[in-house]
């Protein structure tokens, strides 16, 4: 626990490589937003009737405009997918650089010459670990549902409020599937940045041995990291219904983005912090590149 | 017993009141085998002096369960895809026919749903006595018939006569996928013999149930009433309500217990809403199981609703009351006033669901929060609006269940649609109107199968030709109907304003429609638009320029497919646009997240 905590004034350090990765992230929501905007905004601006939208989320409202303009919501569906693409790719690229940091436990300052060369000389390894993962996620989502389904057959007497946590314990056992696998994937990704020239299967089996016997300390670790989030997001989501509905007006809309921003800004702060807790501990018995040299030429043994 | 029956002539001599309508018994002598899961029994009918009748037609409607390639189940993959795999199919057999005690099973046909008798002899069949011996397989989950573990739901369990028009001649409906039961009003004699220990859930209290080894046999006089079902458990608790006359009952397994309180709620409110506001029920009892059916929702028998345990999904919002108004309505508008849902659907569950929409308002409020989770708020009638704007939901409200080919179109123009298109019809009423309406349609119709026609006629009758030639195109023309207000100017001539705007309109409804101008000194300027051509350039001179104009502002037209382009704002506001936009960002960057990992 202490570990983590220690991590924090990484991320403090590492706040141009956190604000680089948050703005990357809104920028690109926002590009593909504003087609959304202009379009909607044709309707929804000489509207009388949008006007609850000002206040609270009128799904009225929303169901006229998408329920008229039959063709908006493929077309803007069919955008954030290539957006999500687009993202992933840039995200590969970027992943170079951040593990690098990371892993090496240089944060501050970051040599971006340095970085970027990374984020060029591992691209197609990210690629591979992606592609790799995506149908890791694929298998472990069916075989999770699998799951979730006996649990189900045992709780299908229940009612009312049990019901509804029985449901949400099998949202929680699937989260956990998942979760275990995105912290493999970083492990992956950290054993590219501490061990680059290996093969692909080598740089798979390493992270394997690193992630088996530690797999629940690291999924501990991640959820620990998330758990203020996920309050952060909820006092957001009740603040900012807060601001439109009772500050209202141009103002309670603005102060409504800065929290949703503040929100997405955290979370990619998040990330980091859990994968600085990552890179410490993956560097204990898997130094890599990032081994001293005094070490590596056995000086402290002379 | 001399008594018993006494009372049961009073009951519904009671019942039927000064409109009685002469309605035939059906015997029926059955047994349930849980063991083969099936129902064997006979059922004697002696058939009517008046018309003159040649033949008689009867409906085996768990045919429809019988095979994979039935009309019924030919858009029902659900129920197709259970039976495909528990290989356990329903169906209704006639072992044999007698005709006045004579054998006369050869002159017996089925196909699909429907039985015809053919007498030997050339002899009228009037007065002469018809039992037919029948064995009906039930499927494992199925809907109106059905069973699971010890649980059983009967409808549509015997065999029972078409419906006999006045010519003598028989109407047996073509049940295709979107079809419910349609019988003739009778009164039903049932015997039944179950295993002891099973809670029988029937419309009325047996009045008699005998024990008989391991079996018990109740009896029950019902009627009229143009259906009979049951269901059992031996798992059943009972609770009860009285409302005044009337006896409202549920039944429930113990699981079931915690949504009890909801279920009550709604039904005894919808209950007491639907006496006062449209007439008394006519049955005074009305029962609620809790039966493992395959599909969600609710079934609608007289005196009688089945209901389907709802799980945790259910409970963030109010969709399973919607479920429980829903069907009791169905006590008023299915039950005692009668149609045929196969050929005219819309007289059964648009109604049905325009009083759905009332209630709910009603009880919750216009806001009535069928759904509201964080921040998210969705009405009952939003819901409608939703569900009439699929692709398939467009188009003509009176029309037959057949010419809906999935049972999503269905839902959204026979339930969603045609809610709304009554509600405009309601609307164009008035208050004082539309009580009167209501309570002449019941009172005039219990106990009888309604038309279009019957509707139409009392619309005129009641209204006036304005309102009938509306309801007309609410149910005939298939045009989207849209109002829209466009092209707003202020412009300074000396000292005062003048207005211009464009109304316009798509759809053949041809009614005075009100509009609203709001100045910017807030005074309101109200109008009505009485549209000769599809669009007109209205100029007005005010003391204000306006500020906003709005057609229809209190969504008299509640069927308009598109209520944004209702108003237009002199100066644009960004605001919901903005706002809206911010949201979606903010959506777009969670998921980037998610996939992305940052």
Not at chain 2, 3 to 15: D, E, G, T
Not at chain 2, 53 to 79: C, D, G, H
Not at chain 2, 267 to 289: D, H, I, P
Request: aromatic share 12%; hydrophobic share 45%; proline share 4%.
């Amino acid at each position: 626990m202490l570990d983590i905590i220690r991590q924090l004034p990484r991320v403090r350090e590492a706040r141009k490589l956190w604000l680089m990765l948050y703005l990357l992230k809104a920028l690109l929501a926002f590009l593909l937003v504003l087609p959304f905007l202009f379009t909607v905004n044709a309707d929804l601006a000489r509207s009388a009737f949008a006007k609850t939208l000002m206040t609270g989320w009128d799904i009225s409202v929303i169901l006229e405009l998408f329920g008229n303009a039959g063709e908006l919501l493929p077309a803007f569906i069919l955008m954030i997918l290539a957006g999500t693409l687009v993202y992933m790719t840039i995200i590969q690229f970027l992943n170079g650089g951040v593990y690098y940091v990371i892993v090496s436990g240089h944060t501050s300052p970051i040599n971006w010459r340095e970085f970027f060369a990374e984020c060029g000389a591992c691209f197609l390894l990210h690629v591979k670990i992606t592609l790799l993962m995506l149908l890791v996620y694929i298998l472990l989502f069916s075989s999770s549902m699998f799951v979730v389904s006996l649990f189900g057959a045992t709780g299908q007497n229940l009612m009312g409020t049990a019901a509804l946590i029985m449901l949400l314990g099998k949202l929680l056992i699937v989260f956990l599937i998942l979760l275990a696998a995105s912290v493999f994937s970083d492990s992956a990704r950290a054993t590219v940045a501490a061990y680059p020239d290996r093969p692909f299967r080598e740089i798979l089996k390493t992270a394997s041995t690193y992630f088996k016997p530690g797999f629940a300390a690291l999924t501990g670790a991640y959820i620990i990291t998330y758990l203020p989030f996920f309050i952060l997001w909820a006092l957001v989501e009740w603040l900012a219904l807060k601001a439109t509905g009772e500050i209202g007006g141009l103002v309670g809309i603005f102060l409504e983005f800065i929290l949703f921003q503040l929100a997405a800004a955290v979370r990619t702060g998040q990330k980091l912090w859990f994968l600085f807790y990552l890179g410490q501990d993956f560097r204990k018995t898997n130094q890599g590149r990032f081994l001293p040299k005094q070490i590596e030429l056995n000086l402290d043994a002379r | 017993m001399m008594s018993c029956k006494l009372a049961f002539i009073l009951s519904v001599l009671f019942l039927t009141g000064i409109t009685a309508v002469a309605v035939d018994t059906l015997h029926v002598t059955a047994e349930l085998d849980t063991l083969r899961k099936q129902v064997v029994g006979v059922m004697t009918y002696r058939l009517p002096d008046t018309p003159e009748i040649a033949t008689f037609e009867f409906q085996l409607v768990p045919n429809m369960y019988a095979e994979r390639n039935t009309p019924y189940l030919k858009s029902k993959p659900q129920l197709l895809n259970i039976f495909e795999s528990t290989n356990e199919w329903g169906g209704m057999t006639i072992d044999s026919a007698l005709l006045d005690g004579d054998n006369s099973t050869e002159r017996v046909t089925v196909e699909y749903t429907k039985g015809g008798f053919q007498p030997q002899d050339k002899n009228r069949l009037n007065g002469r006595t018809v039992r037919l011996y029948f064995t009906t397989r039930i499927p494992r989950l199925g809907d109106r018939l059905s069973y699971f573990g010890e649980d059983y739901l009967l409808d549509g369990w015997f065999p029972f006569p078409a419906l006999l028009r006045d010519d003598g001649s028989w109407y047996n409906p073509d049940y295709n996928a979107n079809a419910e039961l349609v019988g003739p009003f009778m009164h039903y004699d049932i015997h039944i013999a179950v295993p002891s220990g099973m809670i029988v859930a029937a419309p009325v209290p047996p009045e008699s149930g005998d024990k008989q080894g391991e079996t018990t046999c109740y009896r029950y006089h019902f009627g009229p009433a143009h259906d009979f079902g049951l269901a059992m458990s031996p798992y059943y608790l009972i609770d009860s309500t009285r409302l005044g006359n009337a006896t409202l009952l549920y039944y429930y397994h113990a699981e079931e217990q915690p949504i009890l309180p909801e279920i009550k709620t709604a039904a005894e409110s919808t209950y007491v809403y639907m006496n006062k506001t449209v007439g008394e029920n006519a049955y005074g009892r009305l029962g609620f199981v809790l039966t493992p059916t395959a599909i969600g929702g609710g079934i609608e028998f007289p005196g009688l609703i089945s209901l389907y345990s709802p799980r945790g999904g259910a409970m963030l919002s109010r969709m399973y009351e919607l479920v429980v108004v829903h069907e009791t309505i169905h006590q008023w508008f299915y039950a005692m006033v009668a149609s045929d849902q196969v050929r005219e659907p819309w007289l059964d569950e648009s109604v049905t669901n325009f009083w759905t929409d009332r209630v709910f308002s009603h009880l919750w409020g216009e806001e009535d929060g069928l759904l509201d989770l964080a921040g998210l708020s969705l009405s009952s009638r939003d819901y409608l609006r939703l569900t009439a704007q699929t692709p398939g939901g467009a188009g003509r409200l009176n029309r037959p269940a057949e010419s809906l080919v999935s049972s999503a179109d269905f839902f959204s123009v026979i339930y969603s649609h045609g809610a709304l298109a009554l509600e405009t019809f309601d609307n164009l009423l008035g208050d004082s109107l539309s009580g009167i309406f209501w309570r002449e349609y019941v009172a005039r119709n219990t106990f009888r199968h309604v038309t279009a026609d019957d509707f139409v006629t009392l619309a005129e009758e009641i209204s006036g030709s304005d309102i009938h030639k509306a309801l007309l195109c609410l149910l005939n023309d298939a045009e989207a109907l849209d109002y829209r207000v466009t092209e707003l100017t202020n412009t300074r001539v000396d000292s005062v304003a003048e207005i211009g705007f464009t109304l316009s309109r798509t759809g053949k409804l041809d009614i005075a429609i009100p509009y609203w101008i709001i100045l910017y000194n807030n005074d309101t300027l109200r109008y009505e638009w009485k549209p000769e051509y599809r669009a007109e350039r209205i100029t007005i001179t005010a003391p204000s320029p306006a500020r906003e104009i709005i057609i229809d502002p209190e969504h008299l037209v509640a069927v308009d497919i598109d209520l944004i382009n209702n108003s237009v704002l002199a100066a644009a506001d960004n605001r919901p646009g903005l706002r809206l936009s911010s949201g979606v960002m903010f959506l777009v960057e969670s998921l980037l997240s998610v996939v992305g990992g940052w």
